[in-house]
T-cell receptor, first 109, second 112 residues
Framework: GQNIDQPTEMTATEGAIVQINCTYQ??????LFWYQQHAGEAPTFLSY??LDGLEEKGRFSSFLSRSKGYSYLLLKELQMKDSASYLC??????????WGAGTKLIIKP | IAGITQAPTSQILAAGRRMTLRCTQD?????MYWYRQDLGLGLRLIHY???????GKGEVPDGYSVSRANTDDFPLTLASAVPSQTSVYFC???????????FGPGTRLTVL
C-alpha cells in the first residue's frame, strides 16, 4: 500500500529552527509537496521537490532524497504565525497526491 | 471571484438526504479535485477531473458523484447522506496534473 509518515506534533521556540520529517512509500514518484494549514483554514502550497537536494525559499527550505524515500521541511527564525499543521504529499505514478496526516507545529514564546 | 470558492461554508444534514457541494474556480485551471479531511487522517481524494468533460474516481469515491460540464465548476453530490460522511470537504484545482494544487476554503458537513 501507499504510506506517508510524519510526526503527529512538534513543539519549538520562537526564533529557533525546526525540521519536520516525512518518509514515504508510494507506487511511483512524481514529486513531493509541502503545504501549510492553519487551524480551520485551507492548505496553502509551500514547496515542491522532484529532484534530490535542497530547495530554499526564504525562511523555509525543503529537502528530498528519493533513494531513501525521505524529505524534510526546515523552518528558520520561527514566528508565532508559523503555528500550523504542515502536510507532506507525494504525487504517485497516476499523478494523484497521496497525503500524510500532517504535523501540528506549536510555537512557544 | 478570486481563486476557488465553495458553498455552503457549513451544513447540517439529516441522514438519507441528498446534498450538492458547490465549487467554482476562476483561474481557468484544467484539473479539479474533491478531498475530505478527517481528524488524524490525511486528505483523501474522492473524485477528480483532469479536464472539462472527464472525471475519475479517487481513493474514497463510494457514496459520492461529480460532474464537470465546464472548466469552472465541479459540484460534488451525496446521493443519500450517511453519518460517516461527516467531514470537512475541500475542493482544489491545478493548472495541470504536474502543478501545485490550490484549495478552496472548505465545507464543513455534519450528517446526523
Amino acid at each position: 500500500g501507499q504510506n506517508i509518515d510524519q510526526p503527529t506534533e512538534m513543539t519549538a521556540t520562537e526564533g529557533a529552527i525546526v525540521q519536520i520529517n516525512c518518509t514515504y512509500q508510494t507506487s511511483g514518484f512524481n514529486g513531493l509537496f509541502w503545504y501549510q494549514q492553519h487551524a480551520g483554514e485551507a492548505p496553502t502550497f509551500l514547496s515542491y521537490n522532484v529532484l534530490d537536494g535542497l530547495e530554499e525559499k526564504g525562511r523555509f527550505s525543503s529537502f528530498l532524497s528519493r533513494s531513501k524515500g525521505y524529505s524534510y521541511l526546515l523552518l528558520k527564525e520561527l514566528q508565532m504565525k508559523d503555528s500550523a499543521s504542515y502536510l507532506c504529499a507525494v504525487k504517485d505514478s497516476n499523478y494523484q497526491l497521496i497525503w500524510g496526516a500532517g504535523t501540528k507545529l506549536i510555537i512557544k514564546p | 471571484i478570486a481563486g476557488i470558492t465553495q458553498a455552503p461554508t457549513s451544513q447540517i444534514l439529516a441522514a438519507g438526504r441528498r446534498m450538492t457541494l458547490r465549487c467554482t474556480q476562476d483561474m481557468r485551471h484544467n484539473a479539479m479535485y474533491w478531498y475530505r479531511q478527517d481528524l488524524g487522517l490525511g486528505l483523501r481524494l474522492i473524485h477528480y477531473s483532469n479536464t472539462a468533460g472527464t472525471t475519475g474516481k479517487g481513493e474514497v469515491p463510494d457514496g459520492y458523484s461529480v460532474s464537470r460540464a465546464n472548466t469552472d465548476d465541479f459540484p460534488l453530490t451525496l446521493a443519500s447522506a450517511v453519518p460517516s460522511q461527516t467531514s470537512v470537504y475541500f475542493c482544489a484545482s491545478s493548472a495541470g496534473t504536474h502543478n501545485e494544487q490550490f484549495f478552496g476554503p472548505g465545507t464543513r458537513l455534519t450528517v446526523l
